[in-house]
């Protein structure tokens, strides 16, 4: 998950489901620019692709520490949440 500030800080929220009775999350402390931000989803879509890649799921907002939240990408996590909720 992206989230920025409004301001071009963006900030990654890391959602791991390694199997379907887990599920980690992991803050990234560092800042990105927007295009740092970029090439990060492109790299990590890279190195994912045999699994599916990143995909574009939601455009929302909301406030978490401050952070507007601008993507949620779809990292195996939607089918899990459905399942959870």
Known sequence: MIGWNGNGVYRVLK???LDASELNLGE?????????CNELLKRIHKENKATGGLKFVTLCYGIIENICLERVLDS????????TV
């Open 76 to 83: 195996g996590i939607r089918n899990h949440l459905r399942n």
């Open 15 to 17: 959602i791991d489901q």
């Open 28 to 36: 990234d402390f560092t800042a990105y620019t927007k295009k740092e």
